[in-house]
């Protein structure tokens, strides 16, 4: 009778290692697929949302619009605060200014003639009470004229449109 010295190992036991990391490494496979898969669907959909701006402006927004642009062709910093939110931010390429200091700035317009002008028609985008507006503007004064596009965040608060922030785009 001859006695083996060699280790012996179930079979049974190896079978099921192996059936086991086998599906691990199905369910890890899985699970990347599906992260991937959410990742692009995401980008896919602020990919669209960032490139939906193909709406005309709404009578009520067209509106607000017509009185934002009263108030700079008018050089009425009050009626540019009444249209405002408090903490409202205009920016230009020179300087970014709170709501008080682009009214201070608005009254002091005057002095140079400072008009605004819509060259094209308005587009927005956003539903409920926030909405992004852009707007194709001249702008001259005595001393400079100027083609660009304001950009505004409006908000919607108890019936009425109020600018939080207005950027001037130039060239």
Do not use: C
Not at 5 to 16: F, G, Q
């Amino acid at each position: 009778m001859a006695i083996h010295t060699e280790e012996l190992r179930p079979v049974a036991d190896d079978d099921r290692t192996d059936r086991l990391m086998a599906s691990n490494r199905r369910l890890w496979t899985t699970v990347v697929i599906l992260v991937l898969a959410l990742i692009g669907f995401g980008g896919w959909v602020l990919a669209d949302r960032a490139t939906g701006f193909d709406e005309p402006v709404t009578d009520d927004v067209a509106e607000f619009l017509d009185a934002h642009l009263e108030a700079w062709n008018t050089w009425d910093g009050e009626a540019y605060l009444a249209l405002a939110t408090p903490n409202a931010i205009h920016t230009s390429q020179s300087a970014t200014y709170s709501a008080q200091a682009t009214a201070n700035l608005i009254d002091g317009l005057r002095d140079t003639n400072f008009q605004v002008e819509v060259t094209g028609d308005p587009i927005m985008y956003g539903e409920g009470p926030w909405k992004i507006v852009v707007s194709p503007n001249r702008i001259s004064s005595d001393f400079d004229e100027q083609s660009g596009y304001s950009v505004y965040v409006i908000f919607q608060s108890g019936g009425s449109y109020k600018v939080s922030q207005h950027f001037w785009f130039g060239s």
